[in-house]
């Protein structure tokens, strides 16, 4: 068997930075197994496999295909940055001739749109509920210790987490804080809680560049220990900074060693656009 595979850094511009998904085209069905397989094999935080749905269909022309995605542990039902490689890869490398593409996925259909030399995502939104804090506090002791929190939320939609810290800290903090996820998924072993995202609010800070909010976001339960740059948590994320700004606008920043930002627009529909760039680093042909 032999398969066209891809590696797109995506939401940067640039070549090793955001977060790398690998991208696998399938012309015909692919045992279950082989699935995880081929993740468990690349060892990112994604692997995205696009397959025709339809026996006529092409990957050159046809705009409409199904996707799925899986971590090297197991399939996830959305997946935002490995959605954005696959646009990436049909878009850039397989010259694909349409403007937006539709995606069926285990999340409903999801659309990416070509604009300019970026792609927007159409998104569900989820709320981000309020949590008792004693209910999760045993979490997050073990994940960032005596940190000072300002908000805790819960998205029931896609079992994430939402810490908000203290607005006394900033990027730096953020980006410096060690967060243990290494006993996360003992503490937390019922299923509520499938992802962990830490976020502060954003400023200038003396940079060039003014972002809205930051944030970083830890999947142990699937994984993942600290995922670089994550489409989903954003769909949580733009729900409720756009509640606490007031603003349906933003840009944001997720602080992982490799770094991505994301244009957000929450749309009059309910859900929401995140607008990001890719870069296709690797293609070849995968054998098994």
Request: proline content about 4%.
């Amino acid at each position: 068997m032999k398969l066209p595979i891809f590696i797109a850094d995506a939401f940067t511009a640039r070549a090793f930075c955001g977060n790398p998904a690998a991208v696998c085209l399938l012309e015909n069905d692919l045992d279950e197994d082989m699935h995880q397989n081929i993740a468990k094999e690349m060892n990112l935080s994604e692997t995205a496999f696009i397959r025709k749905l339809h026996p006529t269909d092409s990957f050159i022309h046809s705009s409409c295909f199904g996707l799925r995605w899986f971590t090297p542990a197991s399939e996830v039902p959305l997946c935002g940055h490995a959605t954005l490689a696959s646009a990436a890869v049909l878009f850039y490398k397989i010259k694909n001739t349409n403007s937006t593409l539709t995606f069926v996925t285990l999340s409903g259909e999801l659309k990416a749109k070509r604009a300019g030399d970026s792609i927007i995502l159409d998104f569900p939104l989820y709320a981000a509920l309020p949590q008792d804090f004693h209910e999760v506090q045993d979490l997050i002791k073990v994940a960032i210790g005596d940190t000072l929190v300002q908000d805790v939320r819960y998205s029931p939609d896609t079992r994430k987490l939402l810490v908000r810290l203290s607005d006394s800290y900033d990027r730096p903090f953020l980006e410096t804080l060690k967060v243990n996820t290494e006993h996360l998924t003992q503490i937390e072993n019922t299923g509520k809680v499938k992802g962990l995202i830490i976020t502060v609010k954003g400023g200038t800070a003396g940079l060039s560049v003014a972002y809205d909010f930051y944030s970083r976001y830890f999947a142990p339960w699937l994984g993942v220990a600290e995922d670089p740059v994550t489409g989903s948590a954003h769909t949580v994320l733009s729900s409720y900074w756009s509640q606490q700004l007031g603003k349906r606008e933003m840009r944001a920043f997720q602080c992982s060693r490799r770094g991505g930002e994301l244009d957000i627009v929450l749309r009059p529909d309910g859900r929401v656009d995140l607008k990001g760039s890719a870069a296709v680093v690797v293609e070849g042909t995968l054998e098994a």
